[in-house]
């Protein structure tokens, strides 16, 4: 696949999510944005990228948007489709076969993008980003990431050293695809916590 097709590729997997209506039409001020998780949300995404070190994990952050703040309800473990080298090369063929793998390479098998959406539909849900893990590099967005990824969605980022989940951050891409901004992530009482406080 061409560097053009391959555009081709995830520009109209875009345009899907748009008249989807998954993508949304009125964004507010990256600056001003907030992404709220809580610990056992965080803990499953930090389990996943341990249990799949030291290839990379990934996932999808659902939940609601509110005011200037994306609400993550759940977190929905998706199989890195590298695994799968001969389905992912269907899909999106790797620049440079011989230094990428799932060891730095993930990607999410569009039909279980649309299973996890049109679930979350069905609850009134919204995908608000992603997540992903960086075996033994730092959690920051590489120049991969930004080329695959869509403005205004939150990017959760994993850092594991040795197996250890370890720095955690959240990112959104600039709507001129020029960089990451890096993206608040607010930790949120647990469920249990709260019902104990109710109680």
């Known amino acids: 696949m061409k560097i053009e097709e391959r555009t081709l590729f995830w520009a109209g997997f875009g345009q899907h999510r748009r008249l989807m209506g998954h993508e949304p039409r009125e964004r507010p001020d990256l600056r001003n944005m907030v992404l709220k998780i809580r610990s056992e949300q965080l803990q499953i995404i930090q389990r996943h990228a341990e249990a799949d070190y030291p290839a990379e994990c990934c996932g999808i952050l659902l939940g609601q948007v509110e005011g200037d703040s994306k609400e993550v309800s759940e977190v929905a473990p998706i199989p ?93 891409l600039h709507d001129d695809r020029a960089g990451f901004e890096p993206e608040p992530l607010e930790l949120e009482e647990s469920l249990s916590a709260a019902r104990r406080q109710e109680g």
Not at 103 to 128: S, W
């Open 80 to 172: 890195n489709l590298r695994h799968d080298p001969a389905r992912a090369e269907e899909l999106l063929p790797l620049d440079d076969p011989g230094h990428e793998s799932e060891r730095n390479r993930f990607l999410i098998d569009p039909r279980e993008q649309l299973r996890v959406e049109k679930d979350a539909r069905a609850r009134t849900l919204t995908v608000l980003g992603y997540y992903h893990s960086h075996p033994d590099h730092p959690a920051r967005p590489s120049g991969y990431d930004r080329e695959h990824a869509w403005p205004w969605y939150s990017y959760v980022i994993v850092s594991v050293e040795q197996g250890r989940a370890r720095d955690t951050r959240s990112w959104a």
